[in-house]
């Protein structure tokens, strides 16, 4: 009988909120550019985060310095509550897998899984039992012996996951192994990152660039933009409550109305004037709240937007603009309709179609309303 | 139409008219041998190359009269036994075979960390400098390099009056065995560097930070990842070392100083010196098989490493 994955107890830990990873102040410059900048945030045991942001974020190096293969040039990293900034990478109990894998291709796919085991002298007699046991966990029982361009490339996915998670790591680093994959196998890996992961309840830091993938697989979201994070939420809260512009544009599509702050109440109520409008919002971020006169954009996502031939089909909402359709994008499960407003300059707002059911099609051209309510404004500074 | 036609520049109408007389001297249909006539020069070269041999095997076999210093009308195996039996060309050969095993085994040593560095550092400037000291001396060629070692190391030269000066007597440098062997290092580092580099490139640099996480220090990435896929640069590298090591002159001929040859010293020897074409080209004939036979355990041993084309990898 195999022994069972040492999954119980590390899912105990997730609601106990015990630390695996401290990042401290963290700061690396590269030749003068700061790739990042004052980076913090602690990870709780058990936990999947997603370092999400655009290439050149900072968010690989961040993951390299955990990993080891970078040292910080400012600012510390705690692994388990101990420092590691001095500790290299074959030193430390991290399993990577790497962005091409990295698998080593003159050896079988159960070589490359018990090559940690053989590096970090594990008892031998265990290792065949041990590595069979994880290529079955990640659906590769009997595929030890072959050679790793034997196997698809779904499958050496499997090998690396499997080689990265064998010696039982504390830390589990995934460095967007998935972005070179197509979209349907990618969508499948990710729902089975989740699932291994949550099997095994094994800390994990993920990088991508992929809004889809974060929100899919992680527990929390960090995003990051230009060395600096932007906000570390659940995905629910990342989505819903963007703490700021990038985070509101950068996850989901996001229209931004920009005008003049006129109003502020103590409820978080803001109205912005633009033009003749005047639009009714809520504040987006509470630490850095818009001011009365201030430059402020409202940030209404694309799929909160109602849109109607007639005015009176959207009067139970609080905001109203008239348009003209000027382009319609069909993307399968819904329709994306681009609607030019005359009351702020004919700039161009982007809506989803809710209620495929109803077949109503609008062409181009055509006049339109446009509708939604003041509660999924957010106004940002 | 017509406009539009003017307007092409003068070079393409060139072309366009060059096209014309190739295509009338060398039709279309002839198009499927346009390949092996472009083979054509080198088979020619490889096949003069094969008929000197041919006249060198037909030398080999006939036997110098030194009376008349003629050579005779049949063929005898005289020469082979006199090759096989006298004990200078045996002292030759062992030389030779020693030398260009221990030439081959240091110069992989040291090549393999200087192609290392060449490809794995990221400062292009040390890259380049690396490049440059390695192409160097090949702009000098061998016989003025090794010429160049006599005067650093001869009595006078610059390693001893440096010793002089810590009080060391002045030590004979050259003119011995270890001289023709560092020379030949010297010589064979280059070539060995130039052919590990490639492999070397092949490797990803993943895959050694890869074995770092996976638990494994410099030395075990060193053993379990970087020697195995380094590998067909190894044999490459080590059978050209080996080859040119096994038949060379002029090292041997000036570090050494005569009292240190190797084969070829010995053929040159029996063509110009003791004018015995029959016996030196017997002699060349055995360093070709000898050569040959190397090379071929090398790769019945090792596989062909990068000289298999990418064919037979890993």
């Known amino acids: 009988m195999q022994e069972p994955f040492r999954a119980a107890a590390s899912h105990e830990a997730k609601g106990g909120g015990e630390i695996a990873v401290t990042v401290r102040n963290v700061g690396m410059d590269f030749d003068g550019v700061q790739a990042v900048k004052n980076a913090s945030f602690d990870l709780p045991k058990g936990r999947f985060l997603t370092i999400l942001g655009p290439s050149g974020s900072g968010k690989t190096t961040l993951l390299r310095m955990i990993a080891g293969f970078q040292t910080p040039s400012s600012g510390e990293i705690f692994i388990n509550g101990e420092a590691v900034s001095a500790v290299p990478p074959h030193k430390r109990s991290i399993g990577m897998v790497f962005q091409r894998l990295a698998l080593f291709p003159h050896m079988t796919a159960a070589e490359n899984v018990a090559f940690p085991l053989k590096m970090r002298r594990r008892d031998a007699r265990t290792i065949p039992d041990r590595v069979e046991r994880y290529l079955a966990l990640v659906r590769l029982g009997g595929y030890g012996g072959r050679r790793i361009h034997e196997l698809s490339g779904g499958q050496q996915q499997r090998v690396a996951i499997a080689r990265a998670l064998v010696f039982e790591p504390d830390l589990l680093l995934l460095d967007e192994p998935l972005a070179a994959l197509d979209r349907k196998l990618r969508e499948e890996m990710q729902l089975e990152f989740r699932r291994i992961q949550r099997e095994l309840g094994v800390t994990t830091i993920n990088v991508t660039h992929d809004q889809r993938e974060a929100l899919v697989v992680s527990d929390d979201i960090v995003v990051m933009d230009q060395g600096e994070i932007q906000q570390k939420a659940r995905p629910i809260h990342t989505y819903r409550q963007p703490r700021n512009a990038f985070v509101a544009n950068f996850i989901g599509v996001t229209n931004f109305i920009a005008g003049t702050v006129r109003a502020v109440s103590e409820a978080g109520d803001v109205s912005i004037l633009r033009g003749d409008l005047m639009l009714a919002g809520k504040i987006g971020d509470p630490v850095n709240p818009p001011a009365e006169g201030d430059k402020a954009s409202g940030a209404i996502r694309a799929e909160q937007i109602r849109l109607a031939g007639d005015a009176a089909q959207l009067s139970k909402l609080d905001c109203m603009l008239a348009g003209t359709v000027t382009d319609t994008i069909f993307e399968g499960e819904r329709m994306v309709y681009e609607v030019a407003c005359a009351a702020i300059g004919d700039e161009v707002i982007r809506v989803f179609d809710h209620d495929p059911a109803a077949h109503t099609q609008f062409d181009i051209g055509e006049s339109v309303f446009l509708g939604w309510n003041a509660r999924d404004m957010l106004v940002f500074r | ?314």
């Open chain 2, 1 to 314: 139409m017509r406009a539009a036609r003017t307007a092409y520049p003068l070079t393409w109408r060139i072309m366009d008219a060059l096209e014309g007389v190739a295509a009338a001297i060398w039709p279309a249909r002839f198009r499927r041998a346009t390949p092996y006539l472009m083979l054509l020069p080198a088979v020619l070269l490889v096949g003069l190359l094969v008929l000197g041999l041919i006249q060198i095997a037909d030398a080999s076999l006939r036997t110098l009269d030194t009376t008349t210093f003629q050579f005779s009308d049949d063929y005898s195996t005289a020469n082979f036994r006199r090759a096989l039996t006298e004990p200078l060309f045996l002292v030759v050969a062992q030389r030779s075979l020693v030398a260009a095993l221990i030439v081959t085994a240091v110069t992989l040593v040291f090549a393999f960390p200087y192609a290392y560095l060449m490809v794995r550092t990221r400062s292009p400037g040390l890259r380049k400098f690396l490049l440059i000291a390695l192409f160097l001396p090949f702009f000098i060629g061998q016989v003025v390099r090794a010429y160049g070692w006599l005067i650093i190391l001869g009595n006078q030269g610059m390693v001893n009056e440096a010793l002089g000066l810590v009080g060391v007597a002045p030590m004979r440098l050259i003119y011995n065995y270890p001289a023709v062997l560092f020379g030949l290092v010297q010589y064979m580092l280059p070539f060995a560097v130039l052919m590990l580099a490639p492999a070397l490139t092949a490797i990803p640099e993943e895959l050694e930070a890869a074995a770092g996480s996976l638990g494994a220090n410099w030395v075990r990435t060193f053993i379990h990842v970087v020697l195995p896929l380094a590998r067909p640069g190894f044999i490459g590298a080590g059978v050209v070392v080996l080859t040119l090591s096994l038949t060379d002159f002029a090292v041997p001929a000036i570090l050494g100083g005569g009292s240190h040859d190797f084969i070829a010293n010995a053929i040159y020897d029996q063509f110009f010196r003791t004018s015995d074409q029959g016996l030196g080209a017997m002699l060349a004939l055995m360093l070709v098989a000898l050569g040959s036979i190397l090379v071929g355990l090398v790769f019945a041993l090792f596989g062909a490493g990068t000289l298999a084309m990418g064919r037979s990898r890993v």
